[in-house]
C-alpha cells in the first residue's frame, strides 16, 4: 500500500503540527524566512489556533522547506503574525576554517563578534526536520542535544559528529 505525500505550499503565518516521540505532538509557525517553535507537547488535538500562538516559543530557526512541502508536517491553520515575529531574532555564525572567528547575524546584517556577545544565541543554520523533531524530543525527554551542546560551547563546525561504531 503506498503512502499518500500531502503536498503543500510554505505560507507565512501557517501553523503546522510536528510529529514527536511516543504519540506526542508540538506545533511551530511559519515565519518568512524560520520557523517558530513553541513549547507544547501533547497527544491532544488543539483546535484553537489562539491558544497555540499565544504558548512561550521554545526556539527559532530555518528549516528545509520540505519538512512543509513533501506533508511531513501537516498545517492547521493560519493567523497573521504577530509584529515580536516579524524580525528574526539575533543568530551567529562561526567561520568553520577559523573557528576563534564570530559573525552576530541581526536585521540582516552581519558584522564580527566576540564569543562572548555570541553566547545564548542560535546558531545560523538550516536544520531538517528531522534533526529538529530530535531536538525537539531530547528537549521533552531531558536529553543533552548534540548540536545545541556544541552549540552552548561554541565549538567549531557540525561535520565532526561521533559516529556509532559498526558491529560485526
Not at 67 to 87: A, D
Request: glycine residues 6%; charged residues 30%.
Amino acid at each position: 500500500m503506498k503512502t499518500i505525500i500531502k503536498r503543500q505550499k510554505r505560507t507565512i503565518g501557517a501553523i503546522v503540527k510536528i510529529p514527536l516521540e511516543k504519540g506526542f505532538h508540538t506545533y511551530a509557525r511559519i515565519l518568512k524566512y524560520d520557523f517558530a517553535f513553541y513549547d507544547i507537547r501533547t497527544k491532544e488535538e488543539i483546535s484553537d489556533l489562539n491558544k497555540i500562538v499565544s504558548s512561550a516559543i521554545l526556539f527559532i530557526t530555518a528549516v528545509n522547506d520540505y519538512s512543509v512541502t513533501r506533508g511531513l508536517w501537516l498545517k492547521v491553520g493560519n493567523l497573521p503574525l504577530e509584529e515580536r515575529l516579524l524580525t528574526p531574532p539575533p543568530q551567529f555564525a562561526q567561520d568553520p576554517i577559523h573557528p576563534d572567528r564570530f559573525f552576530l547575524i541581526e536585521n540582516g546584517i552581519r558584522r564580527p563578534a566576540t564569543k562572548e556577545e555570541c553566547k545564548g544565541l542560535e546558531r545560523s543554520a538550516v536544520w531538517t526536520p528531522e534533526g529538529i523533531q530530535r531536538r525537539l524530543n531530547d528537549h521533552y525527554a531531558g536529553r543533552k542535544n548534540y548540536y545545541i551542546e556544541k552549540d552552548k560551547n561554541l565549538e567549531g563546525h557540525h561535520s565532526n559528529q561521533p559516529q556509532k561504531a559498526k558491529v560485526a
